[in-house]
């Protein structure tokens, strides 16, 4: 176990950790406390305003931590619909003062195979969608526990993968995989209710144009969620990487690969957004684009201030 900052008075942390204690005791947890900003702007004065709830948040999180390479946290898990230990390990994770942090986004396991991000997605799908069951819903991604999740809740959903020039757009491979380029969507306008995109806009240098093909293929009224390595405290976006005259990769900083699930090359990281990414969706249309921010011990949605982005046609 990690002793506490010594900038967070000690009765003031310990009544933080009491109170998170107190409510787990009692199964379903409250609603989700999710904030919605507009700009940069906006988050400045959030963490002005709940300065001190940040610090306990960020000491009840070290005081969870374990020695062991894999160890469980109590919670509720919403998908589910019921408590459940969520496992944590030490992938991917960093290291301060000695102290190992997990990667708790991509952590926090529940054993139905969704980790914190996907568990709170699909709160927030709920939340800020409010899909129907026959809703048009397509999400960038298809051999993963998200897609499955979907498919046995909704009658019409639609994944696909990047297969690149193996086959064509909107071609199925030999193993049931639809391809799909974000920036050269094969669906007609206006066609789904719901867009869900999780970390791939930034491995598409022309993000304008990915932008731009989901809000085509969006009804009027349609969502747009999606979640992409975005630097909270930064206002402009970090390009990595881009495309020069000639068609070739040209780094700016040094190459950064995600994981594919479908290589074992990985993803080029072209970006590392901020909070001008919200100009962007602006740009193309959408009429309400926000970051939502949110953090709940009891739901396990841990690593400081969470956030996804919300848009709406």
């Not at 809740?153 to 909107?170: A, H, M, N």
Request: proline content about 4%; aromatic content about 10%.
């Amino acid at each position: 176990m990690t002793t506490l900052p010594i900038n967070l008075h000690p009765r003031a942390a310990l009544s933080t950790l009491r109170t998170y204690a107190a409510r787990l005791r009692y199964g379903r947890p409250r609603s989700l406390n999710v904030t919605a900003m507009d700009s940069y702007q906006d988050y400045i004065r959030y963490r002005e305003r709940y300065q001190d709830r940040i610090i306990a948040r960020n000491a009840l999180e070290l005081s969870l931590l374990d020695a062991r390479d894999r160890f469980s946290i109590r919670g509720f898990c919403y998908p589910c619909g019921k408590a459940t230990d969520f496992v944590v390990d030490y992938r991917y994770g960093t290291e301060s003062a000695g102290v190992r942090i997990p990667n708790w986004r991509e952590s926090l396991s529940c054993d139905c195979g969704l980790n914190n991000r996907l568990r709170a997605s699909i709160q927030l799908f709920d939340r800020c969608c409010t899909p129907r069951k026959t809703d048009r819903i397509y999400i960038t991604e298809q051999t993963t526990p998200m897609y499955r999740w979907l498919v046995d809740r909704y009658t019409q959903v639609t994944g696909s993968e990047y297969l690149g020039d193996r086959i064509p757009c909107g071609a199925v491979s030999s193993d049931g995989i639809r391809n799909e380029s974000l920036t050269h969507l094969s669906f007609p306008a206006a066609y789904f209710d719901h867009i869900i995109t999780f970390d791939v806009l930034e491995h598409i240098p022309d993000v304008a144009k990915a932008l731009r093909e989901c809000y085509r293929c969006l009804k009027p009224g349609g969502h747009l969620l999606l979640s992409v390595p975005f630097v909270v405290a930064a206002e402009h976006t970090l390009v990595r990487a881009r495309i020069d005259a000639t068609g070739a990769v040209e780094h700016l900083h040094a190459p950064e690969y995600h994981g594919d699930p479908l290589s074992s090359d990985g993803c080029l990281c072209f970006y590392h957004f901020g909070w001008d990414l919200l100009e962007q969706l602006r740009a193309v249309g959408f009429t309400r684009a926000q970051v939502l921010v949110y953090w709940s011990r009891e739901l396990g949605y841990l690593g400081g201030d969470q956030l996804q982005l919300h848009a709406a046609k």
